[in-house]
């Protein structure tokens, strides 16, 4: 895993409800933990573009349902600054499951992903249709 090449601010708040953007059978997931942050006290844990995070299902196939998985986040509605200094940002949320090593549970991506993401995890760049 490679770190971000981006200035990626921290859009997504522990709590917050993410659209699950592959062809899983999980629809909805909720942000759980963030791995890898270091905070300071009291301030609530939050992730960027191309964080892996813990995750629950909360919406989706009766398979899925409640379930604990580790997802990636691959769009943000929060802008980030990219080193040549275009900002970007998403109309929505999302995030894909993944694996312990790192790859997709699913077959196909739903949307565009954020290239840092592609960047930082390669095996997520085969399945994806469209890198912005």
């Known amino acids: 895993m490679k770190p971000i ?8 708040p522990v709590g917050a409800y993410i659209e699950c953007a592959d062809n899983t059978g999980a629809k909805k997931l909720q942000v759980i933990s963030v791995f890898g942050y270091k905070g300071r006290r009291r301030r609530k844990p939050s992730a960027g573009i191309a964080a892996v ?7 989706g196939t ?8 580790r997802a990636i986040i691959i769009r943000q509605k929060k ?3 990219r080193p040549n200094g ?17 790859e997709p549970v699913g077959t196909q991506i739903k949307g565009p992903i954020a290239k840092e993401v592609i960047d930082r995890f390669m095996a997520i760049g085969k399945v994806a249709s469209i890198v912005v």
């Open 5 to 12: 090449k981006a200035r990626a601010s921290r859009g997504i």
């Open 53 to 59: 995070v813990n995750c629950s299902v909360k919406e």
């Open 62 to 69: 009766v398979k899925w349902r409640k379930q604990v998985v």
């Open 79 to 81: 802008e980030f600054r």
């Open 86 to 102: 275009l900002r970007v940002h998403f109309e929505d949320n999302a995030a894909i499951m993944i694996n312990e090593k790192g």
